[in-house]
């Protein structure tokens, strides 16, 4: 006894509450489910009764001239009506003498012993009915129902048998009830049984769920009793240890609630101080790491000004220096072609002038394209402190932008596709550092670009609506490599590159995003690694407001 109660206080605390409360209640249940199993059991047998007794009543009534004038085919008529009956194991029809007239099914049971009487609702017997249960050998049950077959007739008093029963209502008349014959239904309990099967598999599955949902009910709710303590036992062998950074969390008024907060407060004071120095040490460490970022961003918008401008500078010598050549070729080209068409006309005589005539026009197209190219170089080499804008067309930008770029793309066996948007209208913007970012953004679709592939620039208007004043979108697709996505939150910031070394500085997209924001824009990227990568610009209508050299970039990338 001893020992037994060593090892039931050993027991935790749930368990010493779960496992009686448990037990009780499936205990009930069962006591519960039984009674209700015995009641719908009695409940079946009770209205296979009554239906039988009913059915043999109206086999009764409707088999009176039957049995009187023992007209068999009349009988079998009526009998098959009650074969749709699964219940009803035969029924047979006799006269007076106990001659079969008819019947269904087949009854020969032997050995059979009566069990128990049917009892009537009223409570009374009616005459010449005998209803009782009976057992096979085989031990199948069976409800035996008799009812007489009865007949009635009217008798006059010999004084009267002279005169017309309508003549006189005042006749006196006796009414004689015979009894012509009797009627055997056998009742098969083999379904009632089956009901009562189900029933009890039915009762004992909701019993077995209810006692589980109880279980559980029970264990969840003494969980929520039993594990602010558990928790307040590892809590405290943790502060035990020297650990201070827990606390004990109970969101309850009862004496463990009280007992938390006090625990809780107790070590509020042995943990504040170490909090003070570990902040102090994360904020002189975030502090450093902010200035360090500081230092690097603008050493590199530093790196990049001065490199910008030295390739300014170099760019506008070149195209100065370009410039006059290519005007001197142009005017020589377009005179030589305009006397060769005063002598000639527009159809040359001989075949070795049309040639020259050819020549010069390609001499005069090309330098003409130089011309152009130069003037965007120059175009693309002016630079300032302040930022200049005037009206431009966005259109118009990226298609010298494409005159820049494209004799690379060649180069590189890769197609530029233009969908330019011609309802685009006038923005406040500046075009060379508009034609900067495209620049950017052409030259590294094209190096994220296989050869023999395609880079789209489209350009699309959305006009205002509501509060929106709206803005202009310039997109730059290619279907390369794609940007990770580990790597496409990273792509704005300063000296970030992909490429390989010495194949980029990691500077143009991030100079590229400084030149949107002072547009009042900002570009988007969506990119699929491996697939594609399209970069959205997206400028608005309004005039941009003017954002000084020392604005901080938020490197937001919308993926």
């Known amino acids: 006894m001893i020992g037994l109660w060593r090892r039931i206080s050993s027991l935790s605390l749930r368990t010493k509450f779960v496992l009686p409360v448990s037990i009780i209640m499936v205990a009930g249940i069962l006591v519960i489910a039984t009674y209700l199993i015995e009641r719908q059991s009695e409940s079946y047998r009770r209205e296979l009764e009554t239906n039988g007794e009913t059915m043999i009543r109206i086999a009764a009534l409707q088999a009176e001239s039957g049995v009187l004038f023992e007209l068999d085919y009349e009988l079998e008529e009526l009998l098959k009506k009650f074969e749709t009956f699964e219940d009803i194991e035969c029924i047979q029809i006799y006269n007076k003498e106990g001659v079969l007239l008819a019947g269904i099914g087949e009854w020969t049971k032997d050995s059979l012993k009566r069990t128990r009487d049917v009892e009537n609702e009223d409570g009374a017997d009616d005459v010449g009915c005998d209803d009782y249960y009976v057992l096979d050998s085989e031990g199948q049950e069976f409800i035996i129902l008799n009812h007489p077959v009865l007949t009635t007739s009217e008798e006059l008093d010999r004084e009267n048998l002279g005169i017309t029963g309508g003549m006189a209502g005042n006749l006196q008349r006796t009414r004689v009830v015979e009894e012509i014959g009797q009627i055997k239904m056998v009742l098969n309990l083999e379904g009632v049984k089956q009901a009562i099967r189900s029933a009890q598999t039915a009762t004992i599955v909701l019993t077995l769920v209810v006692a589980i949902l109880a279980v559980i009910f029970i264990a969840f709710f003494v969980q929520l009793v039993t594990k602010p303590v558990q928790r307040l036992v590892e809590i405290t062998d943790q502060v035990s240890r020297g650990d201070l950074t827990q606390q004990v969390v109970v969101k309850q008024d009862d004496e463990i609630g009280r007992l938390a907060t006090t625990f809780n407060r107790m070590i509020e004071s042995l943990r504040l101080s170490r909090d003070e120095i570990e902040e102090y040490n994360r904020n002189l460490e975030e502090k450093i790491i902010q200035r360090t970022l500081e230092l690097e961003q603008a050493q590199a918008q530093l790196v990049q000004s001065e490199k910008l401008s030295a390739i300014g500078q170099l ?245």
């Open 315 to 559: 760019a506008a010598g070149v195209a100065h220096e370009l410039n006059n050549p290519l005007g001197g070729i142009l005017g020589y080209a377009q005179f030589a072609l305009e006397k060769m068409k005063k002598k000639h006309g527009d159809k040359p005589e001989s075949k070795e002038m049309a040639t020259y005539v050819r020549y010069l026009t390609d001499v005069e197209t090309q330098a003409r394209r130089c011309k152009a190219i130069v003037q965007n170089l120059l175009r693309f080499s002016r630079s300032s402190k302040v930022t200049d804008f005037e009206d431009i067309d966005i259109n118009t930008v990226i298609r010298d932008t494409v005159t820049f770029v494209e004799h690379q793309l060649h180069m590189n066996q890769i197609e530029l596709e233009e969908a330019l948007d011609s309802k685009v209208p006038v923005i406040r913007g500046n075009a060379g550092q508009l034609q900067q970012v495209f620049t950017n953004l052409i030259l590294n679709a094209m190096h994220a670009s296989p050869p023999e592939s395609q880079i789209t620039v489209s350009s699309n208007y959305s006009p205002p609506l509501g509060e929106f004043g709206g803005a202009i979108e310039a997109s730059v697709s290619d279907h390369g490599s794609g940007i990770s996505p580990e790597n496409i939150n990273k792509i704005f910031e300063p000296f970030f590159t992909t490429k390989d070394v010495g194949k980029g500085t990691g500077l143009g997209l991030s100079v590229s995003y400084g030149i949107i924001k002072e547009h009042g824009g900002e570009i988007r990227v969506e990119s699929e690694l491996g697939e594609y990568t399209t970069f959205t610009i997206i400028l608005p209508l309004q005039k941009p407001t003017s954002v000084s050299d020392t604005h901080h970039k938020e490197y937001a990338v919308n993926g």
